[in-house]
């Protein structure tokens, strides 16, 4: 059993009731209790953790229990080696909790002769310069306004060097061309939901390891991007506080209200936001009051309610006034697709722009399911363009699609062609009736013209939606229906979640919905509106299989 007053401190705050806690930092105490602190091959270096927070007190700011806690778990080591037990942070809560003050002292420090490492270099990373150079900035104030700081370190425009141990504290943008500079000791990366890939993350920390005790510090709320790095790195929090991961894999604090309902009583917002714990600091008391200021103005303003809560509540919510379901609905498409082999369906497509993306697909019934398969056709210099396919490099301003992985899983096939060919679309259809029984294919106005005898030449049966605005409020009930009770089963299609989280629901003035788009370039919806197509005729599909219903008429006597 290992002991530290700072992490019993809180802990203890919390049985007491003195402090609330959400789901993730329960479940934090149990992780603690079950695979860390009962273990005896581990120490808090309870000197460093003191003068680390001495350091901070002294020249920044009185620390919070909750901040006294993060730094004890920076500074826990293996007795066998004296290597640090935790190379991964990640630590999210509401606007406003302080992430960059802590970060700056800990770099602070880290660089400094108290920690007492050569060249420990820290490079703080976020997209924007802006972002990116906040702690460097306000740890080159704090010094410049100490003439004893002065004496130890240097600051400049970029950076912060301590001349004792010649260790740099610096930013970079993550889209730069400083990805090669420093060989760092630690990394920060700040306001982590904007970061795009991991990818993105792996080429900065490819310098980590030439020092001792290498370190990552992952920062800031979430964000509206679903999938990508924060979603990721938010699963392996949850593998490792229910013990389905290595222990130290990472070292996650998170903080966020647990339900929407719950932002409704200011006495939860320290469920998101630890700094709100009483008794509050003049400069919680402040963020409190500003806090409350914006869940007034909601009343007036409740468009603004997605901001307030992804930011603030550290609780992003989906505005079904925009979106056409709830992201935790549109996850649980993932189920595994049963055997639809002989099985009727509809086939339908979307084939808006013959020079970016093109969609079809297989709608099916299964007993209280409604089975999708699809695939998607894209052109290479679109995808090249917007997406960085050919060397997975994106600008910070583009939403991310991992256009090569999705083709890596078979979702699309990447065309180096001038416009899509048809053939492509009718060919797939040829090759999908060799197995499924497709009664016909759903297609709107736009290209069908042209698609239509092609399809009709080769034996299907073609319906053209001549105005496919029109089936939208007609079908907005059922959809919404099928992602509530969970019907829809697309197996693991993380292109077909993506085009349907980029979907903008429109109300019109007699009250209908209509499907369109949140982007109008790059983030495409084309496989939801392919799938709509073929919902317009689902009701015309057998729910069975074509091989079953031949066997029981051959098994009737006449």
């Given at each position: 059993?290992?002991?530290?007053?700072y992490?019993?401190?809180?802990?203890q705050?919390?049985?007491?009731?003195?402090v609330?806690?959400?789901?993730?930092?329960?479940?934090?105490?149990?992780?603690?209790?079950?695979d860390?602190?009962?273990?005896?091959?581990?120490?808090?270096?309870?000197?460093?953790i003191?003068n680390?927070?001495?350091?901070g007190?002294?020249?920044?700011?009185?620390?919070?229990?909750?901040?006294?806690?993060?730094?004890?778990?920076?500074?826990?080591?293996?007795?066998?080696?004296?290597?640090?037990f935790?190379?991964k942070f990640l630590?999210m809560l509401?606007?406003?909790?302080?992430?960059?003050?802590?970060?700056?002292?800990i770099?602070?420090?880290l660089?400094?002769?108290?920690?007492?490492?050569?060249?420990?270099?820290?490079?703080?990373?976020?997209n924007?310069e802006d972002?990116?150079?906040?702690?460097?900035?306000e740890v080159?104030?704090?010094?410049?306004?100490e003439?004893?700081?002065?004496?130890y370190f240097?600051?400049?425009?970029?950076?912060?060097?301590?001349?004792?141990?010649?260790?740099?504290?610096?930013f970079?943008?993550s889209n730069?061309?400083?990805?090669?500079?420093?060989?760092?000791?630690?990394?920060?990366f700040?306001?982590?939901h904007?970061?795009?890939?991991n990818?993105?993350?792996k080429?900065?920390i490819?310098g980590?390891g030439?020092?001792?005790?290498p370190r990552?510090?992952?920062?800031?709320?979430?964000?509206?991007?679903?999938?990508?790095?924060?979603?990721?790195?938010?699963?392996?929090?949850?593998?490792?506080?229910t013990?389905?991961?290595?222990?130290?894999s990472?070292?996650p604090?998170?903080?966020?209200?647990?339900?929407?309902?719950e932002?409704?009583e200011?006495?939860?917002?320290?469920?998101?936001?630890p700094?709100l714990?009483?008794?509050?600091?003049?400069?919680?008391?402040?963020?409190f009051?500003?806090?409350?200021?914006?869940?007034?103005?909601?009343v007036?303003d409740?468009?603004?309610?997605?901001e307030?809560?992804?930011?603030?509540?550290n609780?992003?919510?989906?505005?079904l006034e925009?979106s056409?379901?709830?992201?935790?609905?549109i996850?649980a498409?993932?189920?595994?697709l049963?055997?639809?082999?002989?099985?009727e369906?509809?086939?339908c497509l979307?084939f808006?722009?013959?020079?970016?993306?093109?969609s079809v697909?297989?709608?099916f019934?299964y007993g209280?399911?409604?089975?999708f398969?699809t695939?998607?056709?894209a052109r290479?210099?679109f995808?090249?363009k917007y997406?960085?396919y050919s060397n997975?490099?994106?600008?910070?301003?583009q939403?991310f699609a991992p256009?090569?992985?999705?083709?890596e899983m078979?979702?699309?096939?990447?065309?180096?062609?001038d416009?899509?060919?048809?053939e492509?679309?009718?060919?797939w259809f040829?090759n999908?009736?060799m197995?499924?029984?497709?009664?016909?294919i759903?297609?709107?106005?736009?290209r069908?013209?042209?698609?239509?005898p092609m399809?009709?030449?080769v034996?299907?049966?073609v319906e053209v939606i001549?105005?496919?605005?029109?089936?939208?409020?007609?079908?907005?009930p059922?959809i919404?229906?099928y992602f509530a009770k969970?019907?829809?089963v697309?197996?693991?299609n993380p292109l077909?979640?993506?085009y349907?989280?980029n979907?903008?629901?429109?109300?019109k003035?007699?009250g209908?919905?209509v499907?369109?788009?949140?982007?109008?370039?790059?983030?495409?919806?084309?496989?939801?509106q392919?799938?709509?197509?073929?919902?317009y005729r689902?009701?015309?599909?057998?729910?069975?299989?074509?091989?079953?219903s031949l066997?029981?008429?051959?098994?009737?006597?006449?």
């Open positions: 059993m290992i002991k530290q007053k992490v019993d401190e809180y802990i705050l919390y049985r007491e009731g003195k609330k806690f959400n789901k993730e930092r329960e479940q934090l105490v149990e992780y603690l209790g079950r860390i602190i009962t273990r005896d091959d581990l120490y808090f270096d309870d000197e460093m003191e680390c927070i001495k350091f007190e002294k020249w920044y700011f009185p620390m919070q229990p909750f901040q006294r806690f993060l730094i004890a778990f920076i500074f826990l080591f293996h007795k066998d080696n004296g290597t640090a935790y190379r630590w509401g606007r406003g909790g302080g992430k960059n003050g802590l970060i700056s002292v770099a602070h420090f660089i400094s002769e108290l920690h007492g490492v050569k060249e420990y270099n820290i490079s703080v990373i976020a924007s972002q990116a150079k906040t702690s460097v900035e080159g104030k704090t010094v410049k306004r003439p004893t700081l002065l004496k240097k600051p400049t425009v970029t950076e912060v060097r301590s001349k004792k141990t010649d260790s740099i504290f610096k970079r943008t730069g061309n400083t990805k090669d500079g420093l060989r760092d000791g630690a990394v920060v700040d306001e982590l904007q970061f795009l890939s990818a993105d993350v080429v900065h490819s980590l030439k020092k001792k005790n990552e510090f992952y920062i800031g709320t979430d964000g509206y991007v679903r999938e990508g790095f924060l979603d990721k790195m938010k699963e392996q929090a949850n593998k490792v506080l013990g389905k991961s290595r222990p130290n990472l070292f604090f998170i903080c966020k209200l647990n339900d929407e309902s932002v409704d200011p006495d939860n917002w320290e469920l998101a936001n700094m714990s009483e008794p509050r600091s003049d400069y919680a008391q402040g963020l009051s500003a806090i409350r200021e914006e869940y007034y103005d909601l007036d409740p468009s603004n309610r997605e307030f809560m992804t930011k603030r509540m609780l992003p919510v989906t505005d925009r056409v379901a709830k992201w935790e609905e996850a498409t993932n189920q595994p049963p055997d639809l082999s002989g099985r369906c509809i086939g979307d808006a722009q013959i020079k970016d993306f093109a697909g297989l709608v019934k209280d399911k409604i089975p398969i695939h998607s056709f290479k210099e995808v090249d997406y960085g997975n490099q994106v600008e910070s301003k939403k256009i090569k992985e999705w083709e078979g979702l699309l096939t990447v065309l180096d062609e416009m899509i060919n048809f492509h679309i009718v060919n040829v999908a009736r197995k499924y029984g497709i009664k016909k759903v297609g709107d106005n736009y069908m013209e042209m698609l239509k399809l009709e030449a034996g299907f049966e001549r105005r496919p605005e029109s089936i939208h409020g007609l079908l907005a059922r919404e229906m969970e019907m829809f697309w197996g693991d077909m979640r993506w349907t989280n979907v903008l629901v429109s109300i003035k007699d209908s919905k499907y369109g788009k949140k982007d109008q370039v790059r983030r495409k919806t084309d496989g939801f392919c799938l709509v197509h073929g919902l689902i009701e015309e599909v057998y729910d069975g299989s074509i091989n079953d066997d029981a008429l051959s098994a009737l006597n006449f």
